[in-house]
């Protein structure tokens, strides 16, 4: 299932904040995938929502809440936990090999 975060131009608070609930809410589900669209930015280098995103699915790998975490333009064959997305979210597909910096891929 897609998260889009860019949804309504929240601040990078908001975004987390729906980021969160988001993810609690995909894992009382039992979902097994998120993809999570937080846009590149304006800047050229990375928005600010991309940028704390995925510093907040890094902590939450680190702490073993959730299994994976997959940005993506890592998002392909060269990867283990992209090939296990890819496998059972059909969703996810579209974004396999296409190197996308404005979307994050999460294994829950």
């Keep these: 299932m897609e998260i889009n975060l860019e949804l309504g131009y929240p601040t990078v608070a908001e975004a987390m904040t729906n980021l969160e609930g988001y993810?609690?809410?995909y894992k009382q589900r039992n979902e097994k995938v998120a993809i999570?669209?937080?846009g590149y930015g304006s800047s050229g280098k990375g928005g600010a929502i991309r940028t704390k995103t995925r510093q907040w699915l890094k902590a939450q790998v680190n702490s073993n809440k959730i299994k994976g975490v997959v940005h993506g333009e890592d998002f392909g064959?060269?990867?283990d936990t992209s090939r296990t997305i890819n496998a059972i979210d059909k969703d996810a597909k579209?974004?396999?090999g296409k190197s996308n910096q404005g979307v994050t891929l999460v294994l829950i």
């Design 23 to 25: 993810i609690k809410t």
């Design 36 to 38: 999570i669209i937080h």
């Design 77 to 79: 064959m060269f990867d």
């Design 94 to 96: 579209k974004y396999y």
